[in-house]
C-alpha cells in the first residue's frame, strides 16, 4: 500500500460469489479497510490474479468526516464477538442459530417463534500460571467459523495456542472432534509455567515446521469449501502482538495449513506448508486474515 501505519484488517469482496450466471457480479475487487488509519482500499484481483494492483484509495478525509471516531471495518465481524449462523429444522419448523464467541466462550442463540434465547455450549476455562502478566491465563477465542455442510465449528484459542474442532450436529451440545497446538503462550521452555490445567497434563511442545520454530498463536482461521483444509494465520493487531508476542514483530506471523478429518473428525497439521511473512521484501510483514478468491466459509452469502 501507498502509505505506512494502516493496519489492514478484515477484507471483504466487491460480490458474494452465489451471483451466478451475471458477468457483472464477478469477484474482481478485494476491499481492504485499514484499522488505525480509516483508509480504505480496493485492490483489482481480476485483471491478474497472480499480480493484484491498486485500484483505488478512499481519501482519510471521506471517512473522518463520515464514520468518525470508529474507522471502516467490513460487515460480518462485531466486536468484541464473532458470529457465524446456520440453519437448523426443529419439528418441520425452520429456525436460525447463531454460535458467537466471547472472550472464551462459545454461545449457541436460536430465534424459534420470533424469540431469541441464548445457551452457553462451549466453556475454554482459564489455567493458573506464573510468570505471565495476570496469575490467570483467560482462553481467548479470536476466530470462529463454520463448515459449509453445518457439521462443525472452528475457533482460534489465540493464548493458549490451540485450534479446536467441535461436532455440533447437536447445536445444544457441542462434541469436541479434534483439536491441534500451534504455539501459543503456555509452551514448554517458555517463559510461563502453567501451575493448574483443568483440560492438559502437561505443557504442549513449541512448533517447528520446516526447521522454523513458528512465533504466537494461531489466529484467524479460513476453511476450504470442501472442509478439507484448515488454514490459519497467527498476527491478532500489532500493538496485541507487540504486548503478548515480541517474537511476532521481529519476525512476522505466518500461514499454516491443517488437514482435516471430516469422516471422524481431527486436525492434523501438514509439515510441508509454510508461508513465513517474515521473508516478505518490505518484511517483516504481520498477516491477518485469509479469503478464497471463489467463495469460503466465512464471507459468503449462499442464495
Known amino acids: ?19 451466478f450466471g451475471d458477468s457483472t457480479k464477478a469477484r474482481t475487487k478485494l476491499m481492504l479497510p485499514s484499522f488505525i488509519s480509516s483508509r480504505l482500499y480496493v485492490v483489482d484481483v481480476g485483471s491478474d490474479p497472480r499480480a493484484p494492483k491498486l485500484h483505488k484509495a478512499s481519501p482519510l478525509s471521506l471517512w473522518l468526516e463520515t464514520l468518525a471516531p470508529a474507522g471502516p471495518r467490513v460487515s460480518g465481524q462485531l466486536t468484541p464477538a464473532l458470529i457465524q449462523g446456520l440453519a437448523q429444522q426443529q419439528g418441520g419448523e425452520t429456525s436460525e442459530v447463531t454460535c458467537a464467541c466471547w472472550a472464551g466462550t462459545v454461545q449457541q442463540c436460536g430465534l424459534g417463534g420470533g424469540t431469541w434465547s441464548v445457551e452457553k455450549v462451549i466453556q475454554v476455562p482459564s489455567k493458573k500460571v506464573k510468570g505471565w502478566l495476570l496469575p490467570e491465563m483467560p482462553g481467548l477465542i479470536t476466530d470462529i467459523l463454520l463448515s459449509l455442510d453445518d457439521r462443525f465449528l472452528y475457533f482460534s484459542n489465540w493464548l493458549h495456542g490451540d485450534i479446536r474442532q467441535y461436532d455440533i450436529s447437536n447445536p445444544q451440545k457441542p462434541r469436541l472432534a479434534g483439536q491441534i497446538f500451534l504455539g501459543g503462550s503456555i509452551v514448554k521452555g517458555g517463559p510461563v509455567e502453567v501451575l493448574e490445567d483443568q483440560e492438559l497434563k502437561c505443557q504442549p511442545e513449541p512448533l517447528v515446521v520446516k526447521g522454523k520454530r513458528i512465533p504466537g498463536g494461531p489466529q484467524m482461521i479460513q476453511l476450504s469449501l470442501d472442509g478439507k483444509r484448515l488454514y490459519v494465520t497467527s498476527s491478532l493487531y500489532s500493538a496485541w502482538d507487540k504486548q503478548f508476542y515480541p517474537d511476532l514483530i521481529r519476525e512476522g506471523s505466518v500461514m499454516l495449513q491443517i488437514d482435516v478429518d471430516t469422516v471422524n473428525g481431527g486436525l492434523k497439521l501438514n509439515p510441508n506448508f509454510l508461508v513465513d511473512f517474515g521473508k516478505e521484501p518490505l518484511g517483516p510483514a504481520l498477516a491477518h486474515e485469509l479469503r478464497y478468491p471463489g467463495g469460503d466459509c466465512s464471507s459468503d452469502i449462499w442464495i
Do not use: A, F, I, V
Open 1 to 19: 500500500m501507498p502509505y505506512l501505519k494502516d493496519e489492514l484488517h478484515h477484507s471483504g469482496w466487491n460480490t458474494c460469489s452465489s451471483c
